[in-house]
């Protein structure tokens, strides 16, 4: 078994100038698809990771210091859960999401605070809300690294905040992209379910 493109959730015209079809295009057909080939050649020649989930072969990669397929890898997760983090009819944080958003220091902080890590990340990576402790907090990763391979955090929310994530609809303007996404785009739905501490599910495939 090999493991596959996940659709998007959406059509890929729904976000209309805030996430254009053309950037989906490219992203998730072309930056995503490579992820996933790649991830399938590279475990293709692994023969004792045949049959193993996506989230134990990112496991396995990093414990082998095995970067390439790591980085496959980690990114096909990481896309995957990113997508689902996207909505076109975003919904206000409600219930138990609401009370540690409080806790945070309300709502408005936490969208600065996202919006802060995401444009100070120096060069490509992933802006992250994560569950720690029973607690909210903001934080991010460089390059393909991945709450998969993080103990202790819980993934709720990413960003993607490598330059193919919004070159076409915002060439080189990362605070755009964030202003845009944060207000328009967020399913808080998703990172309402990821309390659980399940998210790390929700992204994986069988082997
Ligand atoms: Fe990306």
Same mark, same amino acid.
């Given at each position: 078994?090999?493991?596959?493109?996940?659709?998007?959730?959406?059509?890929?015209?729904?976000?209309?100038?805030?996430?254009?079809?053309?950037?989906?295009?490219?992203?998730?057909?072309? %930056?995503?698809?490579?992820?996933?080939?790649?991830? /399938?050649?590279? #475990?293709?020649?692994?023969?004792?990771?045949?049959?193993?989930?996506?989230?134990?072969?990112?496991?396995?990669?990093?414990?082998?210091?095995?970067?390439?397929?790591?980085?496959?890898? *980690?990114?096909? +997760?990481?896309?995957?859960?990113?997508?689902?983090?996207?909505?076109?009819?975003? #919904?206000?944080? @409600?219930?138990?999401?609401?009370?540690?958003?409080?806790?945070?220091?309300?709502?408005? *902080?936490?969208?600065?605070?996202?919006?802060?890590?995401?444009?100070?990340?120096?060069?490509?990576?992933?802006?992250?809300?994560?569950?720690?402790?029973? *607690?909210?907090?903001?934080?991010?990763? %460089?390059?393909?690294?991945?709450?998969? #391979?993080?103990?202790?955090?819980?993934?709720?929310?990413?960003?993607?905040? +490598?330059? %193919?994530?919004?070159?076409?609809?915002?060439?080189?303007?990362?605070? @755009?992209?964030?202003?845009?996404?944060? *207000?328009?785009?967020? /399913?808080?739905?998703?990172?309402?379910? /990821?309390?659980?501490?399940?998210?790390?599910?929700?992204?994986?495939?069988?082997?």
């Amino acid at each position: 078994m090999t493991f596959t493109l996940p659709p998007l959730p959406y059509a890929a015209d729904a976000f209309g100038d805030t996430l254009s079809a053309e950037s989906f295009s490219f992203h998730h057909g072309k %930056h995503h698809k490579a992820y996933v080939d790649k991830t /399938n050649e590279l #475990v293709g020649v692994t023969v004792d990771l045949a049959g193993a989930s996506l989230s134990e072969v990112i496991r396995a990669a990093s414990d082998r210091g095995n970067r390439v397929l790591f980085n496959n890898a *980690a990114q096909l +997760w990481n896309h995957s859960f990113f997508w689902q983090c996207l909505t076109p009819d975003p #919904v206000k944080p @409600s219930g138990k999401l609401a009370g540690l958003i409080d806790d945070f220091g309300g709502q408005d *902080a936490l969208v600065s605070a996202l919006k802060q890590e995401a444009v100070g990340h120096f060069a490509s990576g992933w802006a992250w809300l994560v569950l720690d402790g029973g *607690a909210l907090k903001v934080t991010s990763l %460089h390059d393909a690294d991945s709450p998969v #391979v993080q103990d202790g955090i819980k993934p709720l929310l990413t960003i993607d905040v +490598w330059e %193919h994530a919004y070159y076409i609809d915002y060439r080189n303007a990362r605070p @755009s992209y964030l202003d845009a996404l944060l *207000a328009k785009a967020i /399913n808080w739905d998703f990172v309402a379910q /990821n309390l659980d501490g399940e998210g790390i599910a929700r992204a994986d495939q069988a082997g």
